[in-house]
């Protein structure tokens, strides 16, 4: 021990001495990080008391709800495609951030979460505002870790965002001991973390199931890709374009595989899942190749699972080991990151035309738009639909905002039909299905872009929960479009009651404040729209306008979601009506 | 068929991993039948071993599974064939017993027990070996008295394995040397399995 204190004072590395604290903003510098949403409290003061030196260097916004918080660094993360900071104090203020945590999980979002938590000393004595975050945590983490001394926090952070954004993407969650905040070390720098030996975040490619791949895929008479947010959080986008362009391989997305390609492209055929479009769900039973690109065949995806593409072979590219094979066996895994794999797979890939099977894919959108998509986006009822708010939208933005949806039956419409003209357009609560996530989300999102639209699409019902944001939105002038489609109902559940439940309908009326008379309240414009006449003013007022916007739309009351695959039944069961 | 399958995983010693892993399980509602922590033959590097009764599908899930927790280094997965295992088993009885009783004399020699502890009111035994043997002298001795009884978590060691001291090194390169990992399912998509 002697000989190696000798070492280091021989290689007289410059120290300052600063504070843990100190040392934990240092990081999130030296990483980049430019907004931490937060909320302060007893065990993350010194923390806090550290920031308010840096405000010049980070922004911090103070959300109104630690769950609020972790929200809009998720909304940031998803569309900078940076790691989101969260901060929160011990106990309470993290318990609240497990939500969050649980949905950044599932949906693969980079956060780094710091936690304050009691002295040390404490631990274990049921002390004022001790929880047992990193206990409560581990399941929704992709990693987590308790700082007690200080000396660690440089290397910890860096651990903590290596592992955050790289691989597979997740949270992180650093729950740090006020001692340690508090504690004096003697700081030589940060040194960014690139290797943990423990940790592989990409398999190596293997050539010989490329080379597989492209046999299937060259082979292959109706070939069908299924585009997941892997291309996104691969910054695969031009990729995966120049791997289908040249096969003319038709492709549809994930719901969180969404504007990763732009809606309009001619071999964009559509959204999977429950009530994804027609085509895409028939034609997966059908195929004779399917190609998944960074999805994960969740249960939304693949309705009944001993019914999905049994006649198909399916090549599977994922980064994560753990994702091939357990949902859907693969004739061949193309394990690794997508980004590297798609280059090597169109190299391998020659140029087709399956003109024939695409036209099929344009039979059954023709067939949807007559039966569904028509109706739902020129409505000929006096009742306002949600479609027709969303295609007024895109309308008046060209595809250019950025669509934060929160979850239920205006999330699927937006979904559907909104629509992109860049990658990282869609912010939305998939795996998890967060109800009040997309307020937050979409305040955090806006930091992420500051130069574009964002436009927070919301039920009443999902509104309602977490409203309280409206408070961040004025204080830093965030400047979101709120838009509430207002159904009077608990719409998803009210159409699951309806056609499975006999209309027997538990719970799911649900009644509203004046929306317009909250964000006046809180200092935000807003509008209330009922009937078609005044609608597309109204959306235009709302798009346009300086600073945040509220607009409700009173849509009608008892409209359902189609197409819909019912659970329970394959993706070729899929009802129109 | 569910069948016993030995895991064992080699680690970082990082607090709060035994938690992650077992999580693993109990989300799955899987029960572990018997867990067993200990050092390894590389240095710094802990070797969990877990024993549990599950189909190989959910066995290499599962695998996987821990694989992806950043500390975990390697998983493997066998059968009770490709392994060699014991557990160990302390057995309290009354010290008169053992004395008086030449019949309980006999039957801890054919067990291969070996005291442990001796005293004028109780002996300990000990005997290693499979859960039969140990379960076996549960029940021969509970007649004579047994006071107390105790048995380890299996360690076992994997026949076809060469240790762990290459492959750590490969982890600790910045990039790793290929594993060659059998894809038994190229062109078998007959069925599809769920956890």
Not at chain 2, 89 to 105: F, N, P, Q, R
């Given at each position: 021990?002697?000989?190696?204190?000798?070492?280091?004072?021989k290689?007289?590395?410059a120290?300052?001495?600063?504070?843990?604290?100190?040392?934990?903003?240092?990081?999130?510098?030296?990483?980049?990080?430019?907004?931490?949403?937060?909320?302060p409290?007893?065990?993350?003061?010194?923390?806090y008391?550290?920031?308010?030196?840096y405000?010049?260097?980070?922004?911090?916004?103070?959300?109104?709800h630690?769950?609020?918080?972790?929200?809009?660094?998720?909304g940031?993360?998803?569309?900078?495609?940076?790691?989101?900071v969260?901060f929160?104090?011990?106990g309470?203020?993290?318990?609240?951030?497990?939500?969050?945590?649980?949905?950044a999980?599932?949906?693969?979002?980079?956060?780094?979460?710091?936690?304050?938590?009691?002295?040390?000393?404490?631990?274990?004595?049921?002390?004022?505002?001790?929880?047992?975050v990193?206990?409560?945590?581990?399941?929704?983490?992709?990693?987590?870790?308790?700082v007690t001394?200080?000396?660690?926090?440089?290397?910890?952070?860096?651990?903590?965002?290596?592992?955050a954004?790289?691989?597979?993407?997740?949270?992180?969650?650093?729950d740090i001991?006020?001692?340690?905040?508090l504690?004096?070390?003697?700081?030589?720098?940060?040194?960014?973390?690139?290797?943990?030996?423990?940790?592989?975040?990409?398999?190596?490619?293997?050539?010989?199931?490329?080379?597989?791949?492209?046999?299937?895929?060259?082979?292959?008479?109706?070939?069908?890709?299924?585009?997941?947010q892997?291309?996104i959080?691969?910054?695969?986008?031009?990729?995966?374009?120049?791997?289908?362009?040249?096969?003319?391989?038709?492709a549809?997305?994930?719901?969180?595989?969404?504007?990763?390609?732009?809606?309009?492209?001619?071999?964009?055929?559509?959204?999977?899942?429950?009530?994804?479009?027609?085509?895409?769900?028939?034609?997966?039973?059908e195929?004779?190749?399917?190609?998944?690109v960074?999805?994960?065949?969740?249960d939304?995806?693949?309705?009944?699972?001993?019914?999905?593409?049994?006649?198909?072979?399916?090549?599977?590219?994922?980064?994560?080991?753990?994702?091939?094979?357990?949902?859907?066996?693969?004739?061949?895994?193309?394990?690794?990151?997508?980004k590297?794999?798609?280059?090597?797979?169109?190299?391998?890939?020659?140029?087709?035309?399956?003109?024939?099977w695409l036209a099929?894919?344009?039979?059954y959108?023709?067939?949807?738009n007559?039966?569904?998509?028509?109706?739902e986006?020129?409505?000929?009822?006096?009742?306002?639909?949600?479609g027709?708010?969303?295609?007024?939208?895109?309308?008046?933005s060209?595809g250019?905002?950025?669509?934060?949806?929160?979850?239920?039956?205006?999330?699927?419409?937006?979904?559907?039909y909104?629509?992109?003209?860049?990658?990282k357009?869609n912010?939305?609560?998939?795996?998890l299905?967060?109800m009040?996530?997309?307020?937050?989300?979409?305040?955090?999102?806006?930091?992420?872009?500051?130069d574009?639209?964002?436009?927070?699409?919301?039920?009443?019902?999902?509104?309602q929960?977490?409203?309280q944001?409206l408070?961040?939105?004025?204080?830093?002038e965030?400047?979101?479009?709120?838009?509430i489609?207002?159904?009077?109902?608990?719409?998803?559940?009210?159409q699951?009651?309806?056609l499975?439940?006999?209309?027997r309908?538990?719970?799911?009326?649900?009644?509203?404040p004046?929306?317009?008379?909250l964000?006046?309240a809180?200092?935000?414009?807003?509008?209330?729209?009922?009937?078609?006449?005044?609608?597309?003013?109204a959306?235009?007022?709302?798009?346009?306008?300086?600073?945040?916007?509220?607009?409700?739309?009173?849509?009608g009351?008892?409209?359902?979601?189609?197409?819909?695959?019912?659970?329970?039944?394959?993706?070729?069961?899929?009802?129109?009506? | 068929?569910?069948?016993?399958?030995?895991?064992t995983?080699y680690?970082?010693?990082?607090?709060?991993?035994?938690?992650?892993?077992a999580?693993?399980?109990?989300?799955?509602?899987i029960?572990?039948?018997?867990?067993?922590?200990?050092?390894?033959?590389?240095?710094?590097i802990?070797?969990?071993?877990i024993?549990?009764?599950e189909?190989?599908?959910?066995?290499?899930k599962?695998?996987?599974?821990?694989e992806?927790?950043?500390?975990?280094l390697?998983?493997?997965?066998?059968?009770?064939?490709?392994i060699?295992?014991?557990?160990?088993?302390?057995?309290?009885?009354?010290?008169?017993?053992?004395?008086e009783?030449?019949?309980?004399?006999?039957?801890?020699?054919?067990c291969?027990?070996?005291?442990?502890v001796?005293?004028k009111?109780?002996?300990i035994?000990?005997?290693?070996?499979?859960?039969?043997?140990?379960?076996?002298?549960?029940?021969?001795?509970a007649?004579?008295?047994?006071?107390?009884?105790?048995?380890?978590?299996?360690?076992?060691?994997i026949?076809?394995?060469?240790?762990?001291?290459?492959?750590?090194?490969?982890?600790?390169?910045?990039?790793?040397?290929?594993?060659?990992?059998?894809?038994?399912f190229?062109?078998?998509?007959?069925?599809?399995?769920?956890?």
């Amino acid at each position: 021990m002697q000989t190696l204190e000798k070492e280091i004072t021989k290689t007289e590395v410059a120290t300052t001495t600063i504070s843990g604290s100190q040392a934990l903003l240092e990081a999130l510098i030296a990483e980049g990080v430019d907004t931490v949403f937060g909320y302060p409290g007893g065990a993350i003061m010194p923390i806090y008391d550290a920031l308010y030196d840096y405000h010049d260097r980070l922004k911090h916004i103070l959300v109104r709800h630690e769950q609020g918080g972790i929200h809009a660094g998720q909304g940031y993360a998803r569309t900078s495609g940076r790691v989101g900071v969260v901060f929160a104090t011990s106990g309470p203020g993290a318990t609240n951030l497990v939500t969050g945590l649980a949905d950044a999980q599932i949906d693969s979002t980079p956060l780094v979460c710091i936690t304050g938590q009691v002295f040390a000393h404490l631990l274990g004595t049921d002390a004022f505002q001790e929880t047992d975050v990193i206990n409560i945590t581990t399941p929704v983490t992709k990693w987590n870790y308790q700082v007690t001394d200080a000396n660690e926090i440089p290397h910890i952070l860096a651990k903590a965002f290596f592992i955050a954004r790289t691989g597979r993407p997740g949270p992180v969650l650093i729950d740090i001991t006020k001692n340690a905040q508090l504690q004096k070390i003697e700081y030589a720098g940060y040194k960014k973390c690139e290797h943990i030996r423990s940790y592989r975040p990409k398999p190596i490619i293997r050539k010989e199931y490329i080379a597989e791949a492209a046999k299937l895929i060259n082979e292959a008479k109706k070939p069908f890709v299924l585009l997941g947010q892997g291309v996104i959080l691969g910054k695969a986008e031009n990729e995966f374009r120049a791997f289908i362009e040249k096969g003319n391989l038709p492709a549809a997305w994930t719901l969180l595989g969404l504007s990763a390609l732009p809606t309009d492209h001619p071999l964009n055929v559509g959204m999977l899942g429950m009530h994804g479009n027609y085509g895409p769900n028939v034609l997966t039973n059908e195929c004779d190749v399917l190609i998944a690109v960074g999805m994960r065949f969740d249960d939304r995806v693949t309705g009944r699972l001993d019914k999905y593409a049994k006649q198909a072979k399916i090549i599977h590219l994922d980064i994560d080991p753990a994702e091939i094979d357990k949902n859907v066996k693969s004739t061949v895994p193309v394990w690794g990151d997508c980004k590297e794999t798609l280059p090597l797979l169109t190299k391998a890939i020659e140029e087709r035309n399956h003109s024939e099977w695409l036209a099929k894919f344009a039979a059954y959108t023709k067939e949807e738009n007559e039966v569904v998509i028509h109706k739902e986006l020129n409505p000929d009822t006096d009742e306002l639909t949600m479609g027709e708010v969303i295609r007024l939208m895109n309308e008046i933005s060209g595809g250019e905002a950025v669509v934060v949806t929160d979850v239920g039956q205006h999330q699927m419409v937006a979904s559907r039909y909104a629509k992109f003209n860049k990658s990282k357009s869609n912010v939305t609560s998939g795996g998890l299905g967060t109800m009040g996530f997309a307020l937050p989300a979409a305040i955090g999102a806006k930091f992420g872009v500051k130069d574009r639209t964002v436009v927070a699409i919301i039920g009443d019902g999902g509104f309602q929960m977490t409203l309280q944001e409206l408070g961040t939105i004025m204080q830093a002038e965030v400047d979101v479009k709120i838009l509430i489609l207002n159904n009077r109902f608990l719409g998803m559940v009210r159409q699951w009651q309806q056609l499975f439940h006999d209309k027997r309908y538990s719970f799911v009326d649900i009644q509203s404040p004046d929306y317009v008379q909250l964000a006046k309240a809180y200092g935000i414009a807003g509008a209330t729209v009922d009937n078609r006449s005044n609608l597309k003013d109204a959306v235009r007022k709302m798009l346009n306008s300086e600073g945040a916007y509220l607009l409700e739309v009173m849509v009608g009351k008892e409209n359902n979601v189609f197409p819909m695959v019912p659970q329970g039944c394959s993706v070729a069961e899929i009802r129109l009506k | 068929m569910k069948t016993e399958y030995t895991i064992t995983v080699y680690t970082e010693n990082q607090v709060g991993l035994l938690n992650r892993i077992a999580i693993i399980f109990s989300r799955r509602k899987i029960n572990i039948e018997s867990l067993n922590v200990s050092p390894s033959e590389a240095e710094s590097i802990h070797r969990f071993t877990i024993v549990i009764n599950e189909t190989e599908e959910v066995v290499r899930k599962l695998c996987r599974q821990i694989e992806r927790q950043v500390e975990v280094l390697k998983a493997y997965y066998n059968t009770n064939d490709e392994i060699i295992w014991q557990e160990m088993a302390l057995y309290k009885i009354s010290t008169d017993a053992v004395a008086e009783k030449l019949k309980v004399e006999r039957l801890l020699r054919e067990c291969g027990a070996r005291a442990v502890v001796i005293r004028k009111d109780y002996t300990i035994f000990e005997t290693t070996g499979h859960r039969e043997e140990t379960d076996k002298l549960v029940e021969v001795l509970a007649p004579f008295g047994l006071i107390e009884f105790v048995r380890s978590a299996r360690v076992a060691i994997i026949k076809a394995s060469n240790g762990f001291h290459e492959k750590l090194k490969e982890f600790e390169a910045y990039e790793p040397a290929e594993e060659l990992i059998e894809n038994e399912f190229l062109n078998k998509q007959d069925e599809v399995f769920t956890m």
